[in-house]
């Protein structure tokens, strides 16, 4: 609904998002200032957390080379039958998100106690190494960190903090145990009620979740959370839930949660199986 109000606002917010060149989807206003500013004084503090969880049996499937990085070509140690972590994404209430908050920049070792956790259960998917805000190119983790990470302050102050109550959000709210234990389990010919699942997570958790799909695939499932970590809606909207299972979706009513095939793509089986040490 757009109020008077919000019209000036919103022709000034595209103004700035055409004259900054951004490439971002939707940026919040303020986060102009912040980009690049180093510090982040001015910035608007975020309202609440998605937790973005993604499902490998469809993101895998478009691994075309593999790498020591892409989890997707561990054979049978892949992630294959669970949710893994793509990150956790402070955001407004308006639809929109800060990114790359503060010019902090990655450190490894800061992390390094949690790293057997963060490959089995936060894994790059990918063998792409995505930029870092500062212009480099970096790792999953490390880019996860400087784009959504350094913007959770006051909530996070570091790393080692925002991994670590990420996955321990990850392990309290079990996606796919609720979703198999409502019989939603990897099929490669199951199609399933995308209103039933959205249900399953709903009466586990309270909230609603978001689900992105790739064509009638479930991609990636979002879990929202206040401030303070409790389960809320990732939609604020009221019509929200309609809006998921009809237009506004990136799902179709009905769609599947593919197996995971570690074989099929030229190469990967045979490199899994070549580099034993993962
Ligand atoms: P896509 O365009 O593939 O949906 O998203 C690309 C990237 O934009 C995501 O990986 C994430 O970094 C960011 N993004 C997309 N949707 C959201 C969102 O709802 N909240 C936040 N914080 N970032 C998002
Ligand atoms: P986001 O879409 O989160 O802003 O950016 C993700 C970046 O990390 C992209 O450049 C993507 O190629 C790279 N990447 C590496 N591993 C993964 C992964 O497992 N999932 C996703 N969504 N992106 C990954």
Not at 171 to 178: D, G, L, Q
Not at 264 to 270: K, R, W
Request: charged share 20%; with cysteine; glycine share 8%.
């Amino acid at each position: 609904m757009s109020s008077p109000l919000t019209q000036p606002l919103l022709c000034l917010f595209l103004a700035l998002l055409f004259v900054a060149g951004t490439s971002s989807p939707a940026r919040a206003p303020d986060e102009l200032e912040r980009v690049g500013g180093g510090g982040g004084e001015n910035q608007r503090e975020f309202d609440y957390f998605a937790l973005a969880l993604q499902w490998p049996g469809t993101y895998c499937q478009r691994t075309r080379k593999c790498c020591s990085s892409n989890g997707c070509c561990r054979g049978s140690n892949s992630p294959a039958t669970i949710f893994t972590i793509h990150g956790l994404w402070p955001d407004y209430n308006d639809g929109t998100w800060p990114s790359c908050c503060t010019k902090s920049s990655f450190d490894p070792k800061e992390i390094s106690t949690l790293n057997d956790a963060l490959e089995k259960y936060w894994p790059s998917l990918s063998c792409s190494k995505p930029s870092s805000c500062n212009g480099g190119k970096g790792s999953f983790w490390g880019h996860e960190w400087e784009k959504h990470g350094t913007c959770s302050y006051p909530v996070f102050g570091n790393e080692y903090d925002y991994f670590l109550t990420t996955l321990n959000l990850y392990f309290k709210y079990n996606v796919t145990s609720v979703l198999n234990d409502a019989g939603y389990v990897p099929s490669n010919t199951e199609k399933y009620p995308l209103g039933g699942i959205i249900s399953a997570i709903e009466n586990a958790f309270h909230a609603s979740p978001q689900i992105i799909c790739s064509k009638d695939s479930v991609q990636e499932l979002r879990l929202c959370f206040s401030k303070d970590f409790k389960p809320r809606d990732c939609a604020i909207a009221s019509d929200a839930k309609i809006d998921m299972v009809t237009s506004k979706s990136s799902c179709p009513k009905y769609v599947s949660l593919p197996e995971f095939a570690s074989t099929g793509h030229d190469g990967l089986q045979s490199w899994a199986s070549n580099n034993s040490a993962l």
